[in-house]
C-alpha cells in the first residue's frame, strides 16, 4: 500500500482539508432524539457515514464512545469503520494507546494490520512511556502504509503541566517529541507518515514545528474554543500540513443528513479561508 502520508495528501486534495470526529456523547445522543445505549449509537453512526462518508477526506472514531457498550459498541466502531473506508474516506482511530514495546506491539497488531478485523489507516498514540516504546507502532505503519499521531501538544489545558516541562537536556517534552517525528519523516515526500497532534488551543508555544514533515492533527476547534483564524500563528510556514479536526461542532448538525452536510460545509470553507487553499 502507497505510504499513509501520500494517502494522506491525496484524500486532503481531493475532498478538502477536513477531518470530521465521530464522538457519540450521551448529551449529542439526547440532542439527536436518540436513546444512550447500543440502539443510539449504531444509529448515530450510520447517520453520519450517509451523511458524509462520500464528502469528508478523514474520519476519526473516538474509540471510548463506543467502548463504553462493551463487545456490541466494538461491533459498531469495526462497521462504521469499515463502511467509511468502502466509501474512500480514510479513518483515524483516536485510541491513545501507548504502552511497553511487547504490548504496544500488539496494539500495532490491532489497529495497523490489514488482516485485523479493526483496521485503520492511522491511530493516535501516546509517547509518554517514552518514544522508544512505540516503535512497533511505526515498524507496522511503514510495512503496511499506516499513518501514527503521536500526542505533542494537546489541546486540553492540563497538557502543558507536562508537554511543556524540560527534558535533561533543555528542550521540552513536546519539542523532544516533535524532532524524535521529524527524524522518522526524514526524506518523506509529499509529507511524512507519522504525524503529531496538537491542539488549535495551544496558542504560539515556542516549540519549533517547521522540521516535522509529517501531518499534524488538529484536535480543539469549535467546541473547545479553538478557531481556525488562530492556525496560522500556531503552524506558521507549515500550515499545509494541518489537518484541522472537528467532532462536536459539526456533529451539532445532526440529526439530519442535511444538518451534517450543512455543519460539514461551514466547518471545511472555515478550514479552507485558514489554510488558504
Ligand atoms: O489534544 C487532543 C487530542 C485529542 N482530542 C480528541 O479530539 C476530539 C475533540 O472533540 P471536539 O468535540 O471537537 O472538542 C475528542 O475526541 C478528543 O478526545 C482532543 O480534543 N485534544
Redesign the pocket.
Given at each position: 500500500m502507497e505510504p499513509f502520508g501520500s494517502r494522506l495528501h491525496q484524500a486532503l486534495a481531493k475532498r478538502g482539508p477536513l477531518c470530521v470526529?465521530i464522538?457519540p456523547h450521551a448529551s449529542l445522543l439526547a440532542a439527536w432524539g436518540l436513546s444512550d445505549d447500543v440502539d443510539g449509537v449504531e444509529r448515530f453512526s450510520r447517520t453520519v457515514v450517509e451523511a458524509l462518508a462520500e464528502r469528508v477526506a478523514v474520519f476519526k472514531p473516538?474509540a471510548a464512545f463506543f467502548e463504553r457498550f462493551g463487545s456490541r459498541g466494538m461491533a459498531i466502531l469495526e462497521s462504521t469503520i469499515r463502511q467509511l473506508r468502502d466509501a474512500g474516506a480514510l479513518v483515524l482511530l483516536?485510541a491513545k494507546r501507548g504502552d511497553i514495546g511487547s504490548t504496544m506491539a500488539a496494539y500495532a497488531d490491532a489497529y495497523l494490520n490489514p488482516s485485523s478485523p479493526i483496521y485503520v489507516d492511522a491511530i493516535?498514540v501516546s509517547p509518554f512511556l517514552g518514544f522508544g516504546s512505540l516503535r512497533p507502532a511505526f515498524d507496522s505503519a511503514a510495512l503496511h502504509g499506516g499513518g501514527v499521531f503521536v500526542?505533542a501538544l494537546?489541546?486540553?489545558p492540563e497538557?502543558s503541566q507536562v508537554q511543556h516541562a524540560r527534558t535533561a537536556d533543555g528542550r521540552t517534552v513536546a519539542q523532544l517529541i516533535l524532532d524524535e517525528i521529524s527524524q522518522l519523516n526524514t526524506g518523506a515526500k509529499p509529507l511524512g507518515s507519522i504525524g503529531a497532534?496538537v491542539?488549535a488551543t495551544v496558542g504560539r508555544t515556542g516549540e519549533d514545528l517547521s522540521r516535522t514533515n509529517g501531518p499534524f492533527l488538529v484536535?480543539?476547534?469549535?467546541?473547545?474554543g479553538g478557531d481556525p483564524a488562530g492556525l496560522r500563528e500556531i503552524f506558521g510556514d507549515s500550515i499545509d500540513a494541518v489537518l484541522p479536526?472537528?467532532?462536536?461542532?459539526v456533529l451539532a448538525g445532526g440529526p439530519t443528513v442535511r444538518g451534517l452536510i450543512e455543519a460539514t460545509e461551514r466547518s471545511l470553507d472555515a478550514c479552507r479561508r485558514a489554510l488558504g487553499g
Open positions: 470526529g464522538d473516538q483516536d493516535t500526542l494537546t489541546s486540553n497538557g497532534v491542539g484536535p480543539g476547534l469549535g467546541a473547545q479536526s472537528y467532532s462536536r461542532e
